[in-house]
């Protein structure tokens, strides 16, 4: 059927073989909308709908969640991480600290002609070079007055 559902009025008039119109005649018509037309079909399907966005929504909030754990999870790590590296360094700063102080203190590594200290491996190879060739040249200095004394 092509016709909305509703109720309508058939109206018809005929010509007889003789060539008179007759009365006019009518018959009243209902025609009943389909099941997917009705009110309550309608009423279903918007409750539906409303009912997959409710599930969608609470699978969304539900991922949400999940990921927010998971973050809260990485960020405990990693502040526990930071923590641990944190407390590594101030053991490395302390302990390299102290190991200045002993050196310091214990004279290790100390040159007191040149107060240099040894830790700097250029100054030290400088300092050794320097001493050589002083040396050599009071060596020599002795060869030539033990030689004018000759």
Do not use: C
């Amino acid at each position: 059927m092509n016709l909305w559902p509703g109720e309508y009025t058939f109206r018809v008039v005929a010509r007889g073989a003789h060539g008179g119109w007759s009365e006019e005649a009518s018959v009243q018509v209902r025609v009943l909308p389909m099941w997917w037309q009705t009110t309550a079909a309608l009423v279903a399907a918007v409750l539906g709908v409303m009912a997959i966005g409710a599930a969608l929504q609470r699978m969304r909030t539900e991922s949400i969640r999940r990921r927010n754990i998971e973050l809260q999870q990485e960020i405990y790590t990693r502040e526990s991480a930071e923590t641990e590296l944190k407390g590594l360094s101030r053991r490395m700063i302390t302990a390299q600290e102290d190991d200045r102080a002993r050196i310091r203190d214990d004279g290790i590594g100390f040159d007191p002609d040149t107060r240099k200290s040894g830790l700097d491996p250029a100054v030290s190879r400088f300092t050794v070079l320097q001493r050589d060739e002083e040396d050599e040249a009071e060596l020599w200095r002795g060869k030539t007055h033990a030689f004018r004394n000759l």
